[in-house]
C-alpha cells in the first residue's frame, strides 16, 4: 500500500528525546509518509541527547484536518503539555476528526489529560501510570500499545516498533 499522500504531524517541546523523534521519523518516511514537526512555538528545539530541530509550523498554525496522524514525542520537556490547552486541543480535535493519535514516553500524559482514553490501554514511561489511571486509562506498562486509533509506546527502545505500528495502522485506515 502506498503511503505517498498520507502526511503525519510530530509535536515536540524543547527537550525531546531524541531517539524518539529520529528513529520514528526514519520509520514513518522510509514508507512514503511526508511528516512535519510542530511545537508551541516556531522556535528551534533542543533534543536531550542534542540534536536541534526547526519545528515547520507552531500550534496555533496546525491544521487537523490537513494530517493523518498526530504523534506526541516524548522526552523531559514534553511534560510541559500534559496541561497546555493548545497541546490537549490538537489531541482531541484529532481524536474526534478520526485521525490516529499517538505518543511515546513522557508524552503519554499529554494524551492521558485531554479527555480521550476513558476505557483506553496505553503505556508511556513508568511515571505516567498514575495520570493515566487518574483520567480512566489502562495503563499497561507494555513496551508498545494499540487500542483503535491510540498509539503509545514506553519509550526511546520502542521508538523504531512504534513507528511501524504507526504505518501499520496507517495502510489500514487507508485500505479501508
Do not use: Q
Not at 514525542?73 to 493548545?86: A, Q
Amino acid at each position: 500500500m502506498d503511503l505517498k499522500h498520507t502526511r503525519l504531524l510530530f509535536i515536540i517541546s524543547n527537550n525531546f528525546r531524541d531517539e524518539e523523534l529520529f528513529e520514528t521519523k526514519k520509520v514513518l518516511e522510509s514508507n512514503n509518509i511526508k511528516t512535519f514537526i510542530a511545537s508551541k512555538e516556531l522556535k528551534t528545539c533542543k533534543g536531550m541527547l542534542g540534536k536541534i530541530v526547526n519545528p515547520d509550523l507552531s500550534f496555533d498554525k496546525v491544521i487537523i484536518s490537513d494530517f493523518d496522524a498526530v504523534v506526541f514525542i516524548g522526552g523531559i520537556g514534553s511534560m510541559v503539555y500534559w496541561n497546555d490547552d493548545k497541546a490537549l486541543n490538537i489531541v482531541k480535535e484529532s481524536y474526534l476528526k478520526g485521525k490516529l493519535v499517538c505518543s511515546i514516553c513522557l508524552a503519554s500524559g499529554i494524551l492521558a489529560n485531554s479527555g480521550i482514553i476513558k476505557g483506553y490501554r496505553l503505556t508511556g514511561w513508568d511515571v505516567t501510570k498514575e495520570i493515566i489511571e487518574k483520567n480512566k486509562g489502562i495503563y499497561t506498562g507494555n513496551g508498545v500499545e494499540v487500542d483503535g486509533r491510540i498509539i503509545t509506546a514506553k519509550g526511546p527502545a520502542y521508538a523504531k516498533e512504534f513507528g511501524n505500528l504507526i504505518v501499520k495502522s496507517l495502510i489500514s485506515k487507508v485500505s479501508i
